[in-house]
């Protein structure tokens, strides 16, 4: 058994697929018509065949207050790896992006937090 995909919950699946494709740097892996939405999935460039990241629609009722309260938390919804987490920081920074934890160092692992824009906490950590 292997992780094969795993979601993170939009807003709004065309702004979402443009920040995680222009800002964060992953490409589009599928992206084909269902309806009102779209089976959408990312993955890193370093790893074309890897894991992919849907970006799933949070058109559930569920979804949206749940986002809601771990935003209103700084609880991230889930977390990328990163080479080094300061110098992602800064590209990202550079590009726009809010920050809800600036890089902080806890014993061998570096972490940042970041807004996707839909919705989202997203852990940058780097060990």
């Known amino acids: 058994m292997k992780i094969a995909m795993t ?9 979402a697929l443009r920040f995680y494709t222009d800002v964060l740097g992953f ?43 771990l935003v209103a938390d700084g609880i991230p919804f889930t977390a990328f790896a990163v080479e080094d987490v300061h110098a992602e920081h800064a590209r990202l920074v550079a590009a726009g992006v809010t920050f809800t934890q600036a890089p902080l160092t806890m014993g061998p692992v570096t972490t940042a937090v970041l807004d996707d824009t ?9 060990m």
């Open 7 to 15: 979601s993170v919950l939009v807003d709004d699946q065309e702004k």
């Open 27 to 69: 490409v589009t892996k599928h992206d084909v018509p269902m309806g009102e939405h779209r089976w959408l999935t990312v993955v890193s460039p370093e790893a074309p065949d890897g894991v992919e990241l849907v970006l799933e629609p949070d058109a559930h009722p569920a979804v949206r207050p749940f986002k809601a309260a």
């Open 118 to 126: 839909c919705g989202n906490l997203i852990q940058l950590a780097s």
